[in-house]
């Protein structure tokens, strides 16, 4: 009696709590690399992503002024005053602090510290200092000073102006952002204009041997697309287009155009067969009945495989890797960007941060952009 017409399955609260946890999951790691693309290197090495709006402990070297500018004499006695924190990209409340870092929790806010020889510094919780001696002392380089602070947080553009406008190949993304385009783009047209007319001959054509061409397609789904990376460039080279954009605009759309065959098929072959037949009827032809006709109605069908081929060639690294080879970084993608910026910036996680969401901006856009018809696409022929 659980299921009788108009009552609510008893399982529709876990149906809902599952698809809200796996949002949030799907979310997390996406939200993470948004807020860690405009924090400093100091935040990300303190703290995690999720503490980005809350003041955080850090250990930092700052340093005095400048004594021999700066000095001014008291009584007999040079000081120099002033605060840690200017000139200093950070604030903050300092908690302890040391004139060494093997004891950097030495003295606390106000204390005098001994510096030898008659010479004396005392710092403040706001970064005052007051640093005493005589000439010959107080003279150099100003003296540094080990604290450890709660900095409030900060966000900055910094990380983005650096990875989009730096002037070197190395660190910038701009021209990598470009090639990319210019390999998505015509790799997901090329496969959707070949793959249409081809799913509208299977589907409403008769000719000898369209079952067998039916099962072989389906068949080319199951391949690896690694078994045919080395024969392919080796065609590729044999006939000249082996390093370059053309290349690749073929190799995606080979692999492409089996999924973009079965799946605009299947909802092609689902359409109303009336509409076709009266078509016919009137005396169009076969052309005039998939660009006036098919086309128009398929359009979830084409926009769903233009959303799976967008985001595989987007985020592709391994046929770019085999079929895009460029020393100079003329047509370097963003995927292998990417790489090249952890072999050369492992450590600047504020700038691998930036890079990837500047990566994958571009696929949540799309994907949110067209999600609506990602599920009619899919279903597509399913159904009868």
Do not use: C
Request: charged residues 15%; glycine residues 10%.
């Amino acid at each position: 009696m659980d299921n009788i017409a108009g009552k609510k399955s008893s399982l529709t609260w876990a149906v809902n709590l599952s698809v809200v946890l796996l949002v949030v999951l799907w979310l997390f790691p996406t939200v993470g690399l948004l807020i860690s693309s405009f924090r400093t290197a100091d935040q990300i090495a303190t703290t995690g992503w999720w503490k980005a709006l809350f003041p955080a402990e850090q250990n930092l070297v700052l340093r005095a002024a400048d004594p021999d500018e700066n000095r001014v004499e008291r009584d007999g006695v040079y000081v120099v005053e002033g605060n840690l924190f200017e000139g200093e990209d950070v604030t903050g409340k300092i908690r302890v602090w040391g004139t060494s870092s093997q004891a950097i929790s030495a003295f606390t806010p106000g204390e005098v510290a001994d510096l030898g020889d008659g010479e004396t510094m005392t710092v403040g919780a706001d970064g005052a200092y007051s640093w005493t001696g005589s000439e010959d002392q107080i003279s150099g380089r100003g003296q540094r000073v080990f604290v450890s602070a709660m900095v409030p947080p900060k966000f900055t553009l910094a990380n983005y102006e650096r990875v989009l406008f730096s002037g070197s190949n190395t660190d910038s993304m701009a021209k990598a952002f470009f090639n990319t385009l210019t390999v998505t783009i015509p790799a997901t047209i090329i496969p959707i204009l070949i793959a249409a007319f081809a799913a509208y001959a299977l589907a409403w054509m008769d000719f000898k041997g369209r079952a067998l061409l039916i099962a072989v397609i389906v068949g080319l789904l199951v391949v690896p697309l690694q078994l045919a990376l080395i024969p392919l460039l080796k065609l590729h080279n044999g006939i000249g287009i082996g390093k370059g954009y053309l290349g690749v605009w073929l190799a995606h759309t080979g692999f492409g155009l089996p999924l973009a065959i079965y799946l605009l098929r299947n909802y092609m072959v689902g359409l109303p067969r009336d509409i076709i037949e009266n078509a016919k009827v009137d005396g169009a032809t076969d052309f005039q009945i998939f660009t006036r006709i098919i086309l128009p109605l398929s359009f979830p069908a084409l926009a769903s495989f233009a959303i799976f081929q967008f985001l595989w060639t987007w985020n592709d690294l391994l046929v770019a890797k085999v079929f895009l080879i460029d020393a100079t970084g003329e047509t370097t993608v963003m995927t292998n960007q990417i790489v090249e910026l952890l072999g050369t910036r492992g450590g600047n996680w504020e700038i691998l941060a930036t890079a990837a969401f500047v990566s994958i901006a571009v696929p949540l856009g799309v994907f949110f952009a067209m999600q609506r018809y990602l599920v009619r696409g899919l279903l597509a022929g399913s159904v009868k």
